[in-house]
C-alpha cells in the first residue's frame, strides 16, 4: 500500500520561509515532485527529482525554493524562501514508482499573507 505524508504547511509572512516534507512508504520511487494548485487554478508542477538527473524547478520558484532528497527516509523536502503571496496554494507531493504509477499525497495548505 503506498502512502505519501505531508507535512509542514501553514501561514507566513512575505519574504518568510516554510519547510514542506514528504515521506512515501510502500514501494521503490523512482522519481517525486511537488505540485501546487492555487484556488481556482489548475494544478502545476513547482519541482521535481529523480535518480541521475538535476532537479528542476517551476520558472516562478526558482531561486527561492529548493528541493531536497533523503533516500534513507524516503522524503523530500522543499524548502520555501522568499516567499510571495501567489505562492498560496495547496501543494502536493507526487510519487512514481518504478513500474510507473503515480501517486498522490493529500495536500497541505501553504497561505502567504501578511
Known amino acids: 500500500q503506498v502512502q505519501l505524508v505531508e507535512s509542514g504547511g501553514g501561514l507566513a509572512q512575505p519574504g518568510g520561509s516554510l519547510r514542506l516534507s514528504c515521506t512515501a512508504s510502500?514501494?521503490?520511487?523512482?522519481?517525486m515532485a511537488w505540485y501546487r494548485q492555487a484556488a481556482g487554478k489548475q494544478r502545476e508542477p513547482v519541482a521535481s527529482?529523480?535518480?541521475?538527473?538535476?532537479?528542476n524547478y517551476a520558472d516562478s520558484v526558482k531561486g527561492r525554493f529548493t528541493m531536497s532528497r533523503d533516500s534513507a527516509k524516503n522524503t523530500v523536502y522543499l524548502q520555501m524562501n522568499s516567499l510571495k503571496p501567489e505562492d498560496t496554494a495547496v501543494y502536493y507531493c507526487?510519487?512514481?514508482?518504478?513500474?510507473?504509477?503515480?501517486?498522490w499525497g493529500q495536500g497541505t495548505q501553504v497561505t502567504v499573507s501578511s
Open positions: 507526487n510519487a512514481v514508482t518504478l513500474e510507473a504509477s503515480s501517486y
Open positions: 510502500g514501494s521503490i520511487f523512482s522519481a
Open positions: 527529482i529523480s535518480s541521475g538527473r538535476p532537479t
